[in-house]
C-alpha cells in the first residue's frame, strides 16, 4: 500500500536541504507538492528537478500576513513540513540580541505561523512535520541560538500532538554531517565537519550511516539484525569488512530491495558496557547491530518477490556467509519507542 498516493505536501524550505530531499521522495511515492521559500530561482530549480509533481510559491515566513494569506490560496491538503531557517553562530556574551531574534523569528516563530494558518486547511488524517536539531541535546559553544530555539520547538510538539489530534505532529532533529556536492569526490586527506565535531567534543558515539546525501525518509518499519562475526575473524576484521565492503554493497543495491535507510552500529568495548554486563551477566555481545528500514511490511515484501529483490538477496546472502555466523546472529522486525 502506499500511503502518499494522491495526497499533498506544503513544505517551507523546501528548494534545499532536508525540505527538498523530503519534497523528492513524496514525489517519487505519488504525492504533490509545493515548495515554500524566499528565492524564487532556486525553487524554480528544485520543482524542475523534482518533475511535474512539484510547484511553488514565494513565501518569508517571517511575514505573518503573507503565511496566512499563502495557506487560504493554497486550500486543503494532508502534509505539512516545516524547514525553512537560517544561521546565527556566535559566543552568547557577543551575539548581538537582534541577531539572536532574527534567528528566533525565522525558525521558531517562522515554524509557529505556518502550523497556525495550516491548521484550518489541513486533514484531519494528516500530519506536521517540524525541523528542530540535534544542538539542543548536545551543546555546542557558539550554538546558543540553535540550542534555545530547537528546546522550545520539541517543547512545542509535545504539547501540541495533545492538542490537534487526530493530526499527527512530530520533529525532526538531525545531526551533524558534513555535505559534499553531488559528482564530487572527496578530498584526499580531508576532514569532515563531523569528524571535526567528534574530535573537539568526543561525544564518544560510533554510528555508521550509509545513504546518499539529503535523504531524509517516512519510516514505517524496520528490521534489526544483531550479527555475531565467524570465529576465524576478529572483532575488527569482521567491522572493517562489514563497513568498507558489505556495508557499501546493501546500499549500492538498497533501491531493488526496497530499503530506504540502512544503519550499521559497531560494538566497542567501554566502561559502561562492561559495568553493565557485570551486573546483569548473560552471553558475549553480538559485533554489531544492522538496522534496515521500509515503507511497509507490504512494500518490503512485494520488493523482496522481485526478479531484482531476489537476485540482490542472493548476493547478500553470499557475502554475509563469508564473515557472518548466522547460528549466533539475530534477526527481527521492530516497532520504536522513543523516550528523550
Known amino acids: 500500500m502506499n500511503l502518499l498516493a494522491g495526497r499533498k505536501f506544503v513544505i517551507t524550505g523546501g528548494a534545499t536541504g532536508i525540505g527538498f530531499a523530503i519534497a523528492r ?26 518533475g511535474p509533481a512539484a510547484s511553488w510559491r514565494s513565501l518569508d515566513v517571517a511575514d505573518g500576513s503573507e503565511v496566512i494569506r499563502t495557506f487560504e490560496e493554497l486550500g486543503p491538503f494532508d502534509h505539512l513540513v516545516t524547514c525553512a531557517a537560517g544561521i546565527t ?3 552568547f556574551a557577543e551575539l548581538s540580541e537582534k541577531a539572536f531574534r532574527d534567528f528566533v523569528e525565522v525558525k521558531f516563530w517562522g515554524q509557529y505561523r505556518c502550523i ?31 540550542a534555545a530555539v530547537n528546546g522550545a520547538i520539541e517543547a512545542l510538539v509535545k504539547v501540541l500532538a495533545l492538542e490537534i489530534a487526530p493530526i499527527r505532529i512530530n520533529a525532526l532533529a538531525p545531526a551533524a554531517r558534513a555535505h559534499w556536492r553531488p559528482g564530487r569526490n572527496r578530498p584526499r586527506g580531508a576532514v569532515s565537519g563531523r569528524e571535526q565535531f567528534h574530535d573537539r567534543h568526543d561525544v564518544g558515539c560510533r554510528r555508521w550511516r550509509i545513504r546518499p546525501p539529503n535523504n ?5 518499519i524496520k528490521i534489526v539484525y544483531c550479527i555475531t562475526r565467524k570465529p576465524h575473524l576478529t572483532r575488527q576484521q569482521f567491522q572493517d569488512y562489514w563497513l568498507a565492503h558489505h556495508g557499501a554493497l546493501v546500499w549500492e543495491r538498497a533501491r531493488s530491495i526496497g530499503m530506504i535507510k ?43 518477490g522481485s526478479d531484482g529483490g531476489r537476485a540482490t538477496m542472493e548476493v547478500l546472502f553470499a557475502d554475509e556467509a563469508t564473515f557472518m555466523d548466522f547460528d549466533r546472529c539475530r534477526i527481527f522486525t521492530t516497532r520504536e519507542w522513543v523516550w528523550d
Open 216 to 220: 531524509v525518509n517516512l519510516i514505517m
Open 262 to 304: 540502512y544503519a550499521q552500529s559497531h560494538t566497542i568495548d567501554t566502561q559502561l558496557g562492561a559495568a553493565c554486563a557485570a551486573v546483569r551477566g548473560g552471553a558475549e555481545p553480538y559485533d554489531g547491530v544492522m538496522e534496515g528500514w521500509w515503507e511497509s511490511d507490504e512494500a518490503a515484501m512485494a520488493a523482496f
Open 116 to 146: 497556525r494558518a495550516a491548521l484550518p486547511h489541513l486533514s484531519r488524517e494528516g500530519s506536521v512535520t517540524l525541523l528542530s536539531g540535534y544542538l539542543y541535546r548536545k551543546p555546542t559553544a557558539g550554538f546558543s541560538a540553535f
Open 89 to 91: 553562530i556566535g559566543a
Open 25 to 50: 521522495l513524496a514525489a517519487q511515492r505519488g504525492a504533490s507538492v509545493v515548495l515554500l521559500g524566499r528565492r524564487a530561482m532556486k525553487l524554480q530549480s528544485a520543482v524542475t528537478a523534482i
